[in-house]
């Protein structure tokens, strides 16, 4: 069965600080790739997405950015934070485009 | 108009209730429709996928109208586990965007 992994579950940044938040999937190849963030009392809010190695896609513009280095692995970095990065952030992966979409455990980001 | 609308409720009903969501979205060309459960300070988790012809799965009812633009969920005898934010997720016709609804929460209580 597929397994999605999300790592750190929470994460407390100064503002200006660098940021790497890291997603794997397991069991499953070439899945399309999504990261999300959910601030409080808000909706999801899709960030990137990435069909295959090395392609991203920016719904959002801002500081952040996605990298898909390997195919079940999804980078969201950002070189200095901002206090309105503060959030939920959530990875998840999709067999297809049309498909439903499963959700990693999720990071919970704040910026001081 | 946003994309997808739903009622922010919340709903609070009695173990055993029956109680429906209603789901709105604006882009006609949208081609999958979800419901997702979140609990508290958790991931969203699928629920079920909504069909044309609508589907069931057990006390869950999903139903779609196309003409109407909205997509329903049903809840029949309410569990205290039921309690959650439910969100209605629309994914359009040949891209990845997917839009998730804000959510309708859920207080079922005993």
């Known amino acids: 069965s597929q397994t999605i992994h999300q790592w750190p579950a929470t994460l407390v940044q100064p503002v200006g600080s660098p940021l790497s938040l890291e997603c794997t999937v397991e069991?499953?190849?070439?899945?399309?790739l999504y990261w999300y963030r959910q601030a409080a009392g808000r909706g999801l809010q899709l960030l990137f997405y990435?069909?295959?190695?090395?392609?991203i896609s920016s719904e959002v513009p801002q500081n952040l950015s996605a990298s898909r280095p390997q195919d079940r692995q999804f980078i969201l970095s950002s070189k200095k934070l901002l206090l309105s990065d503060s959030g939920f952030y959530l990875c998840a992966w999709s067999p297809g485009t049309a498909y439903e979409q499963y959700f990693g455990p999720g990071t919970r980001l704040t910026v001081t | 108009r946003k994309e997808v609308e739903q009622d922010p409720g919340p709903f609070n009903v009695p173990e055993g209730a029956t109680v429906a969501f209603n789901c709105t979205y604006s882009?006609?060309?949208?081609?999958?429709f979800f419901w997702y459960r979140q609990d508290c300070r958790k991931e969203p988790k699928l629920l079920m996928s909504?069909?044309?012809s609508g589907n069931e799965d057990g006390r869950f009812t999903a139903q779609l109208n196309r003409a109407s633009q909205y997509i329903s969920l049903l809840i029949r005898d309410s569990k205290l586990s039921d309690s959650a934010t439910y969100l209605c997720v629309v994914k359009n016709t040949g891209g990845f965007k997917t839009i998730f609804g804000a959510g309708t929460r859920l207080f079922v209580k005993a």
């Open positions: 069991g499953t190849s070439n899945p399309n």
């Open positions: 909504v069909y044309s």
């Open positions: 882009n006609s060309a949208s081609q999958s």
């Open positions: 990435s069909v295959g190695i090395g392609q």
